[in-house]
Structure formats: C-alpha cells, structure tokens
C-alpha cells in the first residue's frame, strides 16, 4: 500500500474533469490532449480515461505519440501537429492519424498519401499571431488553394482548420479578439476556396473556460483536463476541477540533529536550533525541480518546505522538533505527499510550480520516467 515512491494518477479524476469540460464546452466536443505522456499522467491510460467519459478527439503534439496510441488498440480520431522534416507521415497516413499542417508538410504528406493509395487527413493550421507554428496570414490563400488542389487530387481530406491561443490565460488582453476574428477571416477563406470544414478548432483550457467565443466546434483540453488551473488567480476548485496527479514517497531517515547543522549541497540551510530532520527520497532525477527549495511536503497532514538544496535523488524537511528521531514520533517509512487533491493535508501542483518559478503544466510534466506511475479509480 505505502510505496517507495509513486506518482498515483486517479482515472474518475480525468473522467470527472472531461465531464466537467464537455458541459462548459457543449456543444462543442472535447478534444484530450495527451501529448508528452499527457503532461506526465501516462498518454494511454489518460486517453482511454477521456474516451469513456465522452472525449472524441484525442490530440499530440508528435506523430509517434499518436502512433503510441494507435499500437494501444486506441481508434478514435487522434490530431498530430508538431512535425519536421524527418517525421515519419508514411506511417501517420498509415495508422489514420489526422495531421495538422502551417505549410511545408503538404508536399510530404500527399507524396504518403500517394504511395500508400490512402487520402491523409488533414487540419490545416492559420498562425493567428501565436508566432510559432501555422500558416501565416498572408500565405494562406495560396496554402489554401494547394491543400484543395491535392484534395481534388484524391490524396488528402481538409477535415479542420484550426489556430493555438497565445494570452487566453489572462482573461482581460485583447489579444485573443484579434485572434478570434483573424481565426474567422481564416476560416472564411477556406469556405470560398470550397473546403467544407467539419471541424475548426481554437480554444484550449483558458479559451474553454474563460472564452466561449472560442469554441467553435471542438475544444482542445490540456490541463484542465489533468484537474488543474491554467489561470493565475483561480484554483482547481473554483472550476469544478480534480487534479489527477499525486506525488507520494515515504520518509527514507530520520535522524536529530544540532543547532547550526549543515543541511544538503552547499549548506545553503543551517538549523536554527537543534531538530529532527527527515530525508524524503525524491530529487531533480525524479522531476523535481532543483530550484524548488521551499516546496511543501506533508507529513501526518502537516506541512514542512523543503529546506537546503534539492539533489538529484533526495531533499530533506526539517521537522522542528527535538530529539524525537528514536522516538515514537519518529517519521520513518511515513507516508511523504509532495502534492495532490489535498485530500491528506498535502499542497497542491501550484504550489510546487510557486515554488519552482514555473506553472503546474511544467511541474507534472516533468514528473521523470524514473517515478512509477499507479493507476486507481476513485479513492
Ligand atoms: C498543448 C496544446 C493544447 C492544450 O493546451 P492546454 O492549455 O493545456 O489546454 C491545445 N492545443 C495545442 C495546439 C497544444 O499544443
């Protein structure tokens, strides 16, 4: 029951919150968003998970993450996006996967699509002023018009035009009315270019839930759908969200120590009086970030900060108690939650990325393959 360490990943979470998505989204339908092992919370379980609570779309940002997919025995429709030259569209055509296209990719995916004799689908995406990937607007017409062309050609099926948001996350810019509208004109030329568009696609969580002007016809959940806050100033709670990840390990020493003892690499903490110290066996080889001193662990649903450097394997809690590490009040081998639901006292994802300077997505994201993921459902 009391692992080493784990990751343990609650499916009903991931269930509750999809359920959650598709009411605020309706009657959009809900893309999952499973890129990067879904954001650490393991693509195929997380995947499944979202089908069975009504998801449609499943999306990633690589081809071999939906070729991972498809190896599972997954067939519901799976968008891939983030491509290079050395992407292997063959075998995305192959396996079904719907591409996302900014441009050069067309000529690679319809020379696939001829040689397997199978259209590739395709979502073509407008640059909107993200500035990374998609379709610049002044190329767009002509990117239109090639993509139509080897449509009429039988070598690929525009299913989707779609944009990524680039400010959704602060409700008050203005921004994002520029991208709605640009997504519009966007969408608007490909009508008259004769592109019968079944999905446009542009929200992701901020848009879904800070936008429904967003929406349009699916929405592509990422975080949220993991139970956590894509906003600085709202909980998980306030939007009727689970997180889905909990961290846990347990105690690995507990050892009294004096006043003024050195704790960790560089001996950036000293004790101010004598303590207890116990060693929680996690560190950056676990995806911890290094620079997250101060982080809160809890113990016995209390929680200390993470005092001195964090290692590689390991960071230490001092306890503020004397003398009581051969004691009954010893807390070796207790159970250690560096973050979770909070349902055992502990802190929640951002706190750790507060921590950390980051944002929750980093932190579970990086959570390392070193930290054996357990699946429940419900607790
Ligand atoms: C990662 C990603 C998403 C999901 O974003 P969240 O903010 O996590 O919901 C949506 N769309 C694209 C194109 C992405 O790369």
């Known amino acids: 029951m009391n692992s080493e360490r ?6 009903a979470a991931i269930r509750h919150n999809v359920h959650r998505l598709r009411q605020v989204a309706a009657p959009a339908k809900v893309m999952a968003v499973v890129k990067a092992n879904g954001y ?12 069975d609570a009504g998801a449609t779309w499943l999306g990633v940002a690589h081809i071999d993450e939906g070729l991972e997919l498809r190896a599972a025995g997954i067939d519901a429709p799976v968008v891939a996006w983030l491509h290079t030259p050395a992407s ?5 055509v192959d396996a079904g996967l719907d591409l996302g296209v900014s441009g050069w990719e067309l000529d690679q995916i319809a020379e696939a699509a001829r040689k397997l004799a199978r259209p590739a689908r395709v979502h073509l995406k407008i640059d909107t002023g993200l500035g990374r990937n998609g379709c610049p607007p002044q190329l767009w017409e002509n990117f239109i018009g090639q993509a139509v062309a080897y449509q009429e050609e039988g070598l690929m099926r525009v299913v989707g035009i779609f944009s990524h948001l680039a400010v959704a996350d602060e409700t008050e810019r203005p921004e994002t009315d520029d991208q709605v509208d640009r997504f519009r004109e966007a969408v608007a030329v490909a009508e008259d270019a004769g592109v019968d568009v079944e999905v446009r696609h542009l929200a992701n969580s901020p848009g879904i839930l800070s936008r429904p002007d967003t929406h349009f016809d699916v929405v592509r959940a990422g975080v949220s759908m993991y139970g956590l806050s894509p906003f600085d100033d709202q909980t998980s709670t306030d939007l009727g ?52 001193t101060g982080g809160p662990v809890a113990v016995d649903g209390r929680r200390y ?14 306890l503020e108690r004397e003398g009581i590490a051969a004691t009954d009040e010893s807390v070796l081998g207790r159970p250690a939650v560096l973050f979770g639901p909070g349902d055992e006292g502990e802190a929640s994802v951002d706190e750790w990325a507060a921590a950390a300077g980051t944002i929750n997505y980093e932190i579970v994201t990086r959570i390392s393959p070193r930290v054996p993921r357990r699946y429940v459902d419900g607790v």
């Not at 650490?40 to 089908?51: D, E, I, N, S």
């Not at 292997?88 to 995305?92: G, R």
């Not at 900060?305 to 001092?318: H, S």
Request: proline content about 7%.
């Open 6 to 11: 784990e990751a343990v990943i609650d499916l």
């Open 40 to 51: 650490g919370h393991g693509a195929v379980p997380v995947a499944r998970a979202a089908l």
């Open 88 to 92: 292997d569209f063959e075998s995305a």
């Open 241 to 292: 969200l689970r997180p889905a990840m909990t961290l846990r390990t347990m105690i690995a020493h507990c050892k009294d120590v004096p006043a003024a003892h050195g704790v960790s690499y560089g001996f950036k903490y000293r004790t101010a009086a004598a303590t207890t110290l116990g060693l929680v066996p996690l560190g950056y080889g676990d995806g911890i970030p290094r620079i997250a």
């Open 305 to 318: 900060p993470v005092v001195g450097r964090i290692a590689m394997d390991q960071m230490v809690i001092d």
